[in-house]
């Protein structure tokens, strides 16, 4: 994509820098004179933001959620400035009420729009295809294959946005984001800033306003169709000797396609859509059959068939998941009638440890996701699962992992903020089998002041009969640890007004008795607590209030160890799933009358712990004490 055109920023690469794609992104809008930068924080997107706010330059802000912080680039793109927003996939769902509107209005600056899609579900509810807003909103998409496309591309896409007038979206993937790649550096080009324009037959987004800006809409997607089928320098064709396959493809799926068939013709689009419909036709010409390689649904596909193009993909590729070589060189082998590439297998040491292993051959040893060392939510999810009776609504953040071994307590888990709204609908839906069960949503701090707040109003309001946990661990925990408005510090670290949860309740309607404040790792009073209040008929909330252990004000205990003479095997402490809990043997006892009981003597690692407390609460011979003095680094 190194080519010099008349809408790429022309920076000189004065160094040259090891960059991931967020990074890089950030960098690119950084040279491009962004002077605002918006987003929440959501893998893989997450590090875009943590890199925009090292530059002076650029006003960043954590916004409560996705809509936010679209609205607040919006807001400053109308002001001239030239604006970034980031954010994951899902994120799109809750930001795209203002992007369909947007997309009417148009910029004043540069806007452009990364959303990071996670291709493959490494670490998300579902792996929707982001490609369907451009189409929806009728705006461009562009996609870079790596650091350097990213960095490259952010810069492109301001420009293309002043020019057509318009929102730009940047689908990144988790590949992008994550992997790294050396990239050439150019130097910041200020813009200057041309103030808010009072217009509001275009800024005024009421019916009679919107209807002409319809077919304006239309005709600037005209023209952006036109532009890349001609002018768009994003859109290449790589030549190759083997004709039988071309291949029409775009972000890293086309490195793929390269390092799969690199003697295929490829068209590469790094301005995905609107599609070049007649180069891909042109293109098509030239190869015996054409494949379209995208990453996940059958967009293109679809649009090419639709236009009388004879193509496959999806008929021998998957729907779902990255399309690494080693998905693209069977499909194709079958396609062509060639044999399958051979699996190349490790060569690894064999296991000698007296364990129950899955063979290599079946995948790798299962590493299931858990909670940190002393995560005040141990304790919350021990306790939950001693709680009966009682029918637990999840939510979306490190407390998620509450649904897996060892308390398996979570019963539904759907988006940011849905605990509330579906424990009200359990509450209210529920029958005769369910009449006498409670109802309980756990959320955290940031999803709740995300998404969760219209969800509590909505109970109050309706008279629901549910108990809220609310966990204020003063963090995004999940995406690493990033301020809210509950941690009282903004992205820089300044002090920034706190949130009191407790008044915050009761402005949205519940109960001044019916909200309590506990300490996480007092288990006693937390069970108490929350078998009073999932009994009272009323709304309730029960709030925590201890920090995740990653942030810099969480404050460490000396470590705990375990006195051998006294562990008797009990494995109580096991059902906290604290990772610094190792089983050191295992005991299957005889009982008298024939019955087994298998014990687990148990371990701590010292050098992990954090002197939480929390196991010695679950022991009843009182075999895990403080080893004095240590405290770890």
Partial sequence: ???????????????????????????????????????????????????????????????????VSLEVAIGASLAGSRTLCAMKHVGLNVASD????????????????????????????????????????HVPILEPADSQETYEMVQYGFELSERFNTPVILRLTT????????????????????GFIKDPTRLVMTPANAKPRIPMMYEREDRLREYGESKCVLNKVFEGSDTRIGFVTSGPAALHTRESFPDAPMLKMGLSYPPPIEKIRAFAQTVDQLVVVEETEPLLETELKAAGIEVIGKQILPRWGELSPNILRPALARFLGEPEPATIEPEVEPISVKVNLPSLKEGLFPRPPTMCVACPHLGIYYTLSKVKNTIISGDIGCYTLGAGHPCDVMDTRVCMGASMGVALGLDKGRGESDENKSILAVIGDSTFMHMGMQGLLDITYNKGNVTILLLDNRAVGMTGGQENPGSGRDIHGQDAQRIDFRKLCEALGVNPERIREVNPYELPTLFKAIRQEVKINEPSVVITDQPCVLVDYYKQKPALTVNDELCTGCKNCLDLGCPAILVTRRETVVKPNGSTKELAFVRIESEVCTGCDLCPKTCGPDAMVPLEGFIRD
């Fill in 98 to 137: 203002a992007l369909m509107t947007d997309t009417l209005i148009g910029i004043q600056g540069g806007l452009v729009l990364a959303v990071a899609d996670d291709v493959g579900l490494s670490s998300s509810q579902n792996e929707q295809d982001s490609r369907f807003w451009g189409r929806f909103a």
């Fill in 175 to 194: 590949r992008v984001c994550h992997v790294k790649s050396v990239i050439s550096l150019g130097e910041r080009v200020e813009h200057a800033v041309s």
């Fill in 1 to 67: 994509m190194n080519q010099s055109n008349e809408l790429m920023t022309k920076a000189t690469a004065t160094n040259r820098a090891f960059m991931s794609g967020n990074e890089a992104l950030a960098r690119g809008a950084y040279e491009a004179g962004c002077r605002v930068a918006a987003a929440y924080p959501g893998t893989p997107s997450t590090e875009v933001l943590e890199y925009t706010s090292q530059y002076k330059e650029i006003y960043t802000e954590w916004s409560v959620n996705e809509k």
